[in-house]
Structure formats: structure tokens, C-alpha cells
């Protein structure tokens, strides 16, 4: 994982992470813990594509389950009593 401290940054500047970035996203270490990433506007945009990309087949996948019929309509109370059947 390439990290870099937040106290380098104060002192050094925004600069100290210009090197390090070409090398993959930056984590940033705040109180010992990872608190921050910092990337490049298009790993940003890519990764924003790929988020959007994958809805969109979970979407299509779900509309596809509808229309072969492999969905139940119910509520909470029917879901409840097929898991936990009182009998």
C-alpha cells in the first residue's frame, strides 16, 4: 500500500504525494489509521465508470429475474413466516 503520513504533508507539501502517485493511489495516515486516498482524476473517473458499469448489469440482472418471473411480491410479515415458520 503506498501511504504517506498527513504530518509530511503539512510539511512538505501537496507536492510529496506528486511522486508518489504515479506508483497507485495514496493513503493518507492520520492518527496512525488510514483516513484519506488521494488519486488521479482519471483513476477517479475510471473507477467512477466501473462503479456505474457494475449497476448497471445488477439493474439489468434484476429486470431480467422480473420478467422470467423469478420474483416474489410479499412484505416483511410473509418474509418472517417463511423463515421462521411457527408450526
Not at 11 to 34: F, L, T
Request: hydrophobic share 40%; proline share 3%; with cysteine.
Amino acid at each position: 500500500m503506498n501511504t504517506i503520513s498527513a504530518l509530511e504533508i503539512k510539511r512538505r507539501g501537496i507536492s510529496i504525494v506528486d511522486s508518489q502517485i504515479e506508483c497507485g493511489p495514496v493513503h493518507v495516515i492520520r492518527n496512525n489509521r488510514p483516513q484519506y486516498v488521494v488519486m488521479t482524476e482519471k483513476r477517479y473517473q475510471e473507477m467512477m465508470d466501473e462503479m456505474n458499469d457494475a449497476w448497471e448489469l445488477r439493474v439489468k440482472a434484476s429486470l431480467e429475474e422480473v420478467a422470467a418471473g423469478l420474483v416474489q411480491k410479499g412484505n416483511a410479515d410473509q418474509l418472517i413466516r417463511e423463515i421462521f415458520p411457527t408450526d
